[in-house]
T-cell receptor, first 110, second 114 residues
Framework: AQRVTQPEKLLSVFKGAPVELKCNYSYSGSPELFWYVQYSRQRLQLLLRHISRESIKGFTADLNKGETSFHLKKPFAQEEDSAMYYCALSGRGGYQKVTFGIGTKLQVIP | EAGVTQFPSHSVIEKGQTVTLRCDPISGHDNLYWYRRVMGKEIKFLLHFVKESKQDESGMPNNRFLAERTGGTYSTLKVQPAELEDSGVYFC????????????FGPGTRLTVT
């Protein structure tokens, strides 16, 4: 069965401190991994996906197949990063259903 | 361009009543998905339409839930009769067809069954 685990429901960091949101997954095969973000009063939106290997808003995520992890990192947190972050996966091949983790609320303290 | 829209934004009904949720995908998106988040739980997949056909309905909880997408445009999700455990936020998403197209989410409909 496919599953996404986010061990922290809430992560509080001070502005300027590094951020790491943890995500582990289980999947038979090679999934596609994502991070979605939901800012206050906004809709869920894609932040980044592992196949793109890009940095969005200063965030990066490295896929570690050995540890089945896809942690989200940012070297210096900003207040506007405060939001709910969801790690997610889907099968490869396009238009597949997405399996979400429970989400981590990131709170950046000024 | 308007994104995915959902109506209503919030619905409060009594147990045993019927509720119909509507989703309008982004124009030109053949793929339409329904998801649900029950309080304290993960966002869970319900079903996937490709145009008007149900591609995958493995996540539908039971036969009280009926989804339709007549004409391959907007979709409705009917819950009849509603139970307390159906309360949650129902999300709709749409995407183009292809190997790596992004799913765009609607704002969600918050359903409260009392």
């Amino acid at each position: 069965a496919q599953r996404v685990t986010q061990p922290e429901k809430l992560l509080s960091v001070f502005k300027g401190a590094p951020v790491e949101l943890k995500c582990n997954y289980s999947y038979s095969g090679s999934p596609e991994l994502f991070w979605y973000v939901q800012y206050s009063r906004q809709r869920l939106q894609l932040l980044l996906r592992h196949i793109s290997r890009e940095s969005i808003k200063g965030f990066t995520a490295d896929l570690n197949k050995g540890e089945t992890s896809f942690h989200l990192k940012k070297p210096f947190a900003q207040e506007e990063d405060s939001a709910m972050y969801y790690c997610a996966l889907s099968g490869r091949g396009g238009y597949q259903k997405v399996t979400f983790g429970i989400g981590t609320k990131l709170q950046v303290i000024p | 361009e308007a994104g995915v829209t959902q109506f209503p934004s919030h619905s409060v009904i009594e147990k045993g009543q019927t509720v119909t949720l509507r989703c309008d995908p982004i124009s030109g998106h053949d793929n339409l998905y329904w998801y649900r988040r029950v309080m304290g739980k993960e966002i869970k997949f319900l079903l996937h339409f490709v145009k008007e056909s149900k591609q995958d309905e493995s996540g539908m909880p039971n036969n009280r839930f009926l989804a339709e997408r007549t004409g391959g445009t907007y979709s409705t999700l009917k819950v009849q009769p509603a139970e307390l455990e159906d309360s949650g936020v129902y999300f709709c998403a749409s995407s183009l067809t292809g190997p790596s197209y992004e799913q765009y989410f609607g704002p969600g409909t918050r359903l409260t069954v009392t």
